[in-house]
């Protein structure tokens, strides 16, 4: 029985030390760069990369989603302590949140004519944002798409507009992260 104990532990304290090796961060020069938007490596069919959007001001994280991603999914998931942030050396070693810079971004299309939009540090808005003084919800891939629900029983239009006068909407955003953003061509 002991053996076998020893064995288990034995083996677990392999598996945790072969893990760290492959979950550390790249080394660039001889220091280490941690992941961030601006390093991340992007697939054109958008399947296998992460994405970056801003919980808050001072929360940046990353994660992997489908469409149908809600920013209320994520910080679940971050509150949980199931994704991680962005984070950038301090100066004794250890790491700090990094801060928004940035409110301004541009706006492309597609082939297939989905309007996207990612701010200047590479993240992408998740849920309602506005944009210009205009109100839009955009899915997990930082895209307006028809049909997004983006609130219980709210969807987005074509242009991933969000029109809503109902009450318990308007009473729920005002407890959102919904920064005052801008664009550029």
Known sequence: MKKKSLLTLVVLFALCFTFNTFAMEDLINGEFVPDNPGNEVRYEDKTLGSRWTWLNDDICVQFSGSYNTKKAGIQRLYDNGLIRRWGEPDGNG?????????????????????????????????????????????????????????YDGLTTGADGGVNSDDPEFLSWLETQYVPECTSYE
């Open 94 to 150: 250890g790491r700090k949140s990094k801060s928004r810079e940035t409110y301004a971004g541009k706006w492309s299309q597609s082939e297939d004519g989905i309007w996207s939009f990612e701010f200047d540090d590479k993240t992408i808005p998740l849920g309602v944002t506005k944009i210009d003084d205009v109100l839009y919800a955009f899915n997990g891939y930082g895209e307006l798409m028809e049909g997004y629900e983006y």
